[in-house]
């Protein structure tokens, strides 16, 4: 079945930086785009970056210049780096796979707080 496990998450500094794992597992992972998302308390999941099968990345304004998406095929995994890190970046993390007919899937999250 398909999983996708995150990690990385945790206390960051204002300024500071974080990089993100997800490791995906049940698919043929280098044949699907990947996608970060992130909901904070009390707002909506938005996305927050997509990587393309072929490697193209796409960012929400919110962190474009600060957040990159990668990925590692042979290790079926994206990850994503976070620089330049502020209190607003505060929320929950997940990491979603859209398969199309075969159905979207998501992780099961992993915190991340920014705060001094």
């Known amino acids: 079945q398909v999983q996708l496990v995150e990690s990385g998450g945790g206390l960051g500094q204002p300024g500071g930086s974080l990089r993100l794992s997800c490791v995906a597992s049940?698919?043929?992972?280098?044949?699907?785009?990947m996608n970060w998302y992130r909901q904070a308390p009390g707002k909506e999941r938005d996305l927050v970056a997509t990587?393309?099968?072929?490697?193209?990345?796409n960012y929400a304004d919110s962190v474009k210049g600060r957040f990159t998406i990668s990925r590692d095929n042979a290790k079926n995994t994206v990850y994503l780096q976070m620089n330049s890190l502020k209190p607003e970046d505060t929320a929950m993390y997940y990491c979603?796979?859209?398969?199309?007919?075969?159905?979207?899937?998501w992780g099961q999250g992993t915190r991340v707080t920014v705060s001094s």
């Open positions: 979603k796979v859209n398969r199309g007919l075969w159905g979207a899937y």
């Open positions: 049940g698919f043929t992972f280098s044949n699907y785009a």
């Open positions: 990587i393309s099968a072929g490697g193209s990345a």
